[in-house]
């Protein structure tokens, strides 16, 4: 049996990608703001170079996720 419900259409899925990525970076950069003031300060010297650099550039995994996402084509249907 094949699928034949449409798959979401390229337009829509930017959209919502879009929408997911501004909330993404506001919630990580919030989280990470909130885990330097308070956790990473009191850490040896090396250490806190490790958590801002986690915490600086561990957003670009789920970007890259919802950017390939985003990316992907329609869906074309089946023809017979």
């Given at each position: 049996m094949t699928d034949q419900?449409?798959?979401m259409s390229?337009?829509?899925r930017k959209f919502i990608g879009?929408?997911?990525m501004?909330?993404?970076v506001v919630c990580w950069s919030l989280g990470a703001m909130a885990?330097?003031?308070g956790r990473v300060t009191t850490l040896p010297?090396?250490?806190q170079f490790v958590a801002y650099?986690?915490?600086g550039i561990g957003w670009i995994v789920p970007a890259a996720w919802l950017i390939r996402w985003m990316q992907k084509h329609d869906r074309k249907p089946d023809s017979l």
């Open positions: 419900r449409p798959g390229a337009r829509l879009t929408v997911l501004v909330v993404l885990l330097a003031q010297g090396f250490w650099a986690l915490l």
